[in-house]
């Protein structure tokens, strides 16, 4: 076998185990503030948010054609493969390095800087595509600014609607909303995250010659939902914990305006093709909801560690790929 197909089966296997290790990673945060407050058991929130993030993932494509074509210049990189291959290793380093500390940070972020990061070791800054990638920056900051204003507006009109309802029973009735606004954002986070990984193997399959631009196989866009929903299975404890008790004490109605908040949010993204951080989202939705709610229930410490980790994740990530690129380049 010749040796840009061994590369170009390298990066498929690394970009599904990318999209499973997303799956335990990111997914967390899309049922943490239902477990969180015993809306549904782990082991239940982890089926629905499985079966939903491979519907989701097979529902749309958008953003795997703006990952594959709108952030690097395939055209003007000579080993497009190998950069392709070195950016999924920096990222899924970063993701477990991460996961493993219980920082729900980006894989977004981890990506997008990864490739990059790749891309200007290989062939200079020219090799960026400016106008793509300054889309995709904007999008990836102005989303949870916008889930927070989301999130604090649900928050402030169910409050309102339901102010001088008796408690118990109100939160009895949220918390079984929170079955389905659970199962509305794992959906959700299958519409964004899950077609990066695709988008990553499409950029492979065109920088050979295999695929036409502008086109996802149907089998990626499979393989990658099932790799994210078999993550998923496998559960994210640590992400949970912080997510969905550190930035604040989640109640069932503070769950279902984040989860809403979060997931109309990240729809809008998937619709027009923009990939977006579901775990800036999902977080920055419900800091909104607990300002709302009280602003002093938030744990801002909690949340400026996380806001630090989303800043440095795309250039520590761009710097290891590019390291990565020079590593495997020593070889190929």
């Known amino acids: 076998m010749s040796t840009p197909y061994i590369i170009i089966g390298l990066t498929v296997i690394l970009a599904l185990a990318f ?48 990952i594959a074509k709108d952030i690097v210049n395939l ?14 290793v920096s990222a899924i380093a970063w993701n477990l390095i991460t996961w493993y500390f219980g920082i729900p940070s980006s894989s977004s972020h981890a990506l997008i800087g990864s490739i990059a990061g790749a891309a200007v070791a290989a062939a200079g800054v020219l090799s960026i595509n400016f106008k793509g990638f300054t889309s995709i920056i904007k999008s990836l900051i102005l989303s949870p600014l916008l889930a927070f204003v989301v999130g604090y507006i649900l928050f402030t009109i169910i409050k309102h609607i339901f102010k001088n309802s008796n408690l118990l029973r109100t939160n009895i009735g949220f918390r079984r909303c929170q079955a389905i606004t659970a199962a509305i954002q794992a959906f959700s986070h299958g519409t964004n995250d899950a077609q990066k990984s695709m988008g990553i193997i499409t950029m492979a ?88 709610y009280r602003a002093k229930s938030v744990k801002w410490n909690t949340a400026k560690r996380m806001i630090i980790t989303w800043f440095i994740t795309l250039p520590i990530s761009a710097a290891l790929a590019g390291v990565v690129y020079r590593f495997i380049g020593m070889f190929l």
């Open 75 to 88: 055209n003007v990189i000579p080993n497009g493969s190998i950069v392709v291959l070195s950016a999924l």
């Open 205 to 292: 399959l065109v920088s050979n010659g295999l695929i036409k631009p502008g086109h996802v196989p149907f089998w990626v866009q499979l393989s990658c939902a099932i790799a994210m929903s078999l993550g998923t299975s496998i559960g994210g404890w640590r992400i949970i914990k912080t997510v969905g008790t550190q930035i604040m004490k989640i109640k069932p109605v503070n769950g279902v305006a984040a989860d809403l908040g979060s997931a109309l949010v990240i729809f809008g993204a998937s619709k027009f093709g923009l990939p977006v951080s579901t775990t800036h989202v999902i977080s920055s939705s419900i800091m909104g909801v607990g300002t709302a």
């Open 19 to 66: 999209d499973f290790i997303n799956g335990f990673h990111d997914t967390a945060n899309a049922i943490a503030t239902a477990v969180s407050t015993k809306a549904l058991s782990p082991r239940r929130a982890i089926l629905i948010a499985s079966l939903m993030n491979l519907l989701g993932a097979i529902a749309f494509t958008g953003v795997a054609k703006t």
